[in-house]
């Protein structure tokens, strides 16, 4: 897979980005502020524009006006880990998904039987009218030479967050190993809709397609690396692969929280070119570099949890600083590795990252 543009000076955001996704060495380091949409407006300074501070910007699949409604819902309770971003919650509704409510927390939890599942009305999340809207959104991007990025409307993650978001987390571990038939056929159910989805992005033309599927914590994998084998990578190479049957040159990012260094060799061969965030407390960023080299690119690296909220800017700037020296200029998107659009994050700090990214990348 090649760049648009060889590695030197002069790129745009765009070849510039795509350049450190295929292993290369960009004219400098790209930067990005998360690994989907953020909404610049809601944390930079009146007037400064998304193209000023990133190479890359996120497309959004639309959404209804119930919708929006229900983003504005939950907003009081964007600080709760349960509930997520409030963009995510958009998409709770269509799931039968309450995460405030301790009733409606799991529309799958009472689940008794496998018929059960099979009655639950999956939503349809990318309906073919979409298309032309986010191919819109993808030439706005091109037109300001930035890569597009697109995400997939999920229920917190296309695999195994959504399915264990349906029936519980306790209840989903115990169906991967007590009732592997349920497991099998939520996942494909899930994966269905993830590929017709990331088949409607690469139809519009992305560049970059964005995998998220938290599996990894503090320490170790949520679940074991055979487990993530048996009844995750075989459904990721399908979602990959019907995006790629589409758009060949799309790059693959795949989110995830925590650790999980295990499944990176599964990862590369499933196809994904990076991995975001790279939590410096969780994965070790030059053992990673050291041992894949640039075959795969790391996409993050810069701040453990609350390094934006309350370090000094002249903290974060050296953080980056010997971020870059350690891991060299290739293969490499500088990002913070938690999110920054929380009230408590100063503009400065993030002015800070950016200031250095350019300077040091």
Do not use: K
Not at 9 to 31: H, M, N, S, V
Not at 219 to 227: D, E, L, Q, Y
Not at 259 to 276: Q, S, T
Not at 299 to 325: C, L, N
């Amino acid at each position: 897979m090649s760049s648009p543009a060889s590695e030197g000076a002069g790129q745009t955001p765009r070849e510039r980005l795509l350049t450190a996704l295929d292993g290369g060495e960009p004219d400098r380091i790209p930067r990005a502020l998360s690994f989907y949409r953020v909404e610049i407006e809601a944390i930079a300074p009146r007037g400064v524009r998304h193209d000023e501070l990133v190479d890359v910007g996120f497309v959004r699949f639309p959404v209804s006006p119930e919708e929006r409604d229900l983003e504005r819902r939950a907003l009081p309770y964007a600080g709760d880990t349960r509930i997520g971003h409030p963009a995510q919650a958009q998409h709770y509704a269509r799931w039968s998904y309450f995460p405030e409510s301790r009733d409606r927390r799991n529309p799958l939890a009472r689940a008794r039987s496998l018929e059960d599942l099979e009655r639950f009305p999956f939503p349809d999340l990318g309906a073919p009218y979409v298309a032309s809207g986010l191919a819109f959104q993808v030439e706005e991007l091109h037109g300001r030479g930035l890569a597009a990025g697109g995400s997939l409307p999920h229920l917190g993650g296309e695999l195994f967050e959504a399915a264990w978001r349906l029936r519980g987390f306790e209840s989903f571990l115990i169906d991967l190993v007590e009732r592997p038939d349920w497991a099998h056929f939520l996942l494909d159910r899930l994966a269905a809709l993830a590929r017709r989805n990331a088949e409607t992005l690469a139809r519009a033309g992305i560049d970059v397609l964005a995998l998220d599927d938290d599996v990894g914590m503090p320490g170790r994998m949520m679940i074991s690396p055979r487990t993530w084998r048996e009844f995750f990578e075989p459904r990721l190479a399908g979602i990959v692969g019907a995006a790629r049957a589409i758009r060949p040159e799309l790059r693959v990012l795949y989110h995830s929280d925590g650790h999980i260094e295990p499944i990176l060799d599964d990862l590369v061969e499933v196809g994904v070119n990076a991995i975001n965030p790279v939590q410096p407390e969780h994965m070790d960023a030059v053992r990673i570099r050291r041992r894949f080299g640039r075959r795969l690119a790391l996409w993050g690296t810069i701040g453990r949890q609350t390094t934006f909220s309350f370090a000094t800017p002249e903290e974060i700037r050296e953080e980056v600083r010997e971020r870059v020296a350690a891991l060299g200029r290739a293969a490499l998107v500088l990002c913070p590795a938690y999110d920054i659009d929380e009230p408590d994050v100063p503009w400065a700090n993030v002015a800070a990252f950016l200031e250095a990214a350019t300077t040091y990348g």
